[in-house]
């Protein structure tokens, strides 16, 4: 915290907040709330924790002094949790937040991203042996594919967002992720899913994801609702085309909860955009984007609204 300086913009990024009594998620990666209230009375004492107009009068210069470092605080993927647990805090002590939910998860009540259908097999097995067990399981029934080369490949990719998890999960997750085709991702994921943890994607859905009513009444508290895309598309490695249609899909979603006076903001999913990506956001009329870029900003110091970096809250 020594390198922090007055007038920087720090920002962190929450995902899975909840109880620590979970267990039949027991190794689900999530941060306590009770971590989490004592982290936000430290932030209270040593930044100064702003809302989304606040940003906007810094990006537009209006505002750019304060005795102590900015404060973002951003909270992604529109888990049930952020209303059950983050919302009450956040009320209780008088502060804003910045929220990304993922739209299709809002209107589609059978979706459960590919991303979370990787967490919960993660979180739900007992060991890792289970879920080797089940990729070779399918390669060897449904694919002409070699578990060795997979396995062999996967070992080999290094991801540097994954610098908290254990080894052999970032070998799981380089499988389902990169190692195999893509004509087989969803439906490996699918099959394990459905092996693992349920062939009921609408009851799991449920519990995991904030439904219209929350984003309603959480926002009229001004907490600020972004989009995280409508699919949790990996922008970066599609199509300007792919891109926009997500995008727009995400804001009319968005907009038929809260309206059109929206600020318009986004957080890229996996952090992934490309040139393309920060075309479409200012064409589209976002206000500001964030990324999943580790470090800081200085509100002294020219820097791309578009791809504000942020720190994972196990930084702190």
Partial sequence: MKYIKKNDIISSTYHFIRNNNDQKYRNIKFF???????????????????????????????????????????????????YKYVYPLLLKKK??????PITKTIYDRNFIT??????????RSINFDQIFFEIENFIVKKTNLDMKN???????????????????????????NFAIPDVFKSKLVDYIFKKIITKNNTAFAKNIYLKKSHIIEMNSDKMHFGTHSNSHL??????????????????????RILGKNE???????????NKETIQIVKKLGF???????????????NFNRYTIPRFDCKDF
């Fill in 287 to 301: 206000l500001f984007g964030f990324s999943n870029k580790y470090g800081k900003i200085n509100s002294n110091t």
């Fill in 150 to 176: 997979i396995y062999n490949k996967a070992k080999k990719i290094k991801i540097k967002q994954r610098r908290f998890d254990n080894p052999n999960s970032v070998i799981i997750k380089n499988i389902f």
């Fill in 114 to 123: 590919f991303t979370n259908k990787i967490h919960f097999i993660l979180a």
């Fill in 95 to 100: 502060l804003k937040g910045f929220f990304y």
């Fill in 234 to 255: 990996w922008l970066g490695k599609n199509t300007k085309i792919k891109q926009e249609r997500d995008i727009k899909k995400s804001i009319y979603d968005l907009q």
């Fill in 32 to 82: 306590s709330t009770n971590l989490f209230e004592e982290q936000l009375n430290f932030f209270i004492k040593k930044f100064n924790i702003i809302d989304s107009n606040s940003l906007l009068e810094i990006l537009s210069q209006k505002k750019n002094k304060s005795k102590k470092p900015f404060m973002l605080l951003t909270f992604d993927d529109g888990y049930i949790d952020h």
């Fill in 263 to 273: 600020i318009l903001s986004i957080c890229y999913p996996f952090g992934s955009y």
